[in-house]
């Protein structure tokens, strides 16, 4: 599933192609979203021009004119491309959007886990998607006292807490993986037994790392690419993600592979303690 680098990625490639441009026609192929894409809404949306592109956790706003937005999330397969006109439409093209100089914003899902939502912008908050997440990890707030909080008392394995989208707001397993990493921290350490330093490590090294991934326009094993259609380059540069049974980057150990629920977790036995 695409994590805040990704999506951060196709909000910056989505910008050049859409800032500006009006919508002519929304077409809508395939209904059957995680949540069933409101035809209807989408239809409406036909003569408003894109204001704004921004992002809020895992989630890309498209801001329309008269206070709409259109919300997506890409799922565990989601895209969205922008294509010239005259490509040929790809099976699992669900949502087609005509612009007004005719190019065209395709939504590409093949396993139909995305959402496609449109609202006004007062209530936008107001959307379950959206009501209770977290702090983003590039707000200032994301300090060793803010983290520090959750963990006091929590039994929870750290890599879990990671994940929680109510406390950061877009990490994911990878990020939270690699998070560790550089912290020195174990993906199954309870969060309760680690100390403030530990916190410490894992807050500053958040947001420096999701800005190296990020440079790296994500992450691509399989399925997410950017609005032109291009996969990212992070892969090459993960410390311990994936890449179980090789030799750690910084020191001879082996990378390890855990179970954590129904997750795996990566960690360097040597570096990680």
Request: glycine share 6%; aromatic share 6%.
């Amino acid at each position: 599933m695409p994590e805040l680098p990704e999506v951060e990625t196709v909000c910056r490639s989505l910008r050049p192609h859409l800032l500006g441009r009006t919508i002519a026609r929304v077409e809508v192929i395939e209904p059957r979203l995680r949540v069933p894409v409101n035809r209807r809404a989408l239809h409406r949306l036909t003569g408003r021009r894109i204001e704004k592109i921004s992002r809020t956790a895992k989630y890309i706003l498209l801001h329309l004119s008269g206070g709409v937005v259109w919300m997506f999330h890409l799922g565990m397969s989601g895209k969205l491309i922008c294509v010239k006109p005259d490509t040929a439409r790809r099976k699992h093209d669900h949502i087609i959007v005509r612009l007004d100089n005719g190019a065209e914003l395709r939504y590409h899902d093949p396993r139909r886990f995305g959402l496609s939502v449109v609202c006004r912008r007062e209530h936008l908050l107001e959307l379950p998607q959206l009501r209770h997440v977290g702090i983003d990890p590039f707000d200032p707030r994301l300090t060793a006292d803010y983290l520090f909080s959750f963990t006091r008392g929590s039994t929870r394995r750290i890599r879990d807490l990671l994940l929680d989208q109510q406390i950061i707001a877009g990490l994911g397993n990878i990020y939270a993986n690699e998070v560790l990493a550089i912290a020195g921290v174990k993906p199954t350490a309870r969060a309760y037994r680690l100390t403030r330093t530990q916190i410490k490590k894992i807050a500053e090294a958040i947001p420096r790392l999701l800005a190296d991934a990020i440079r790296w326009c994500g992450t691509s094993f399989s399925d997410y690419r950017d609005a032109d259609d291009r996969s990212g380059e992070f892969q090459k540069h993960l410390r311990v993600y994936d890449r179980h049974g090789e030799q750690c980057r910084t020191c001879a150990s082996v990378i390890k592979r855990v179970a954590i629920g129904n997750r795996s977790g990566y960690y360097c036995p040597g570096c990680q303690k």
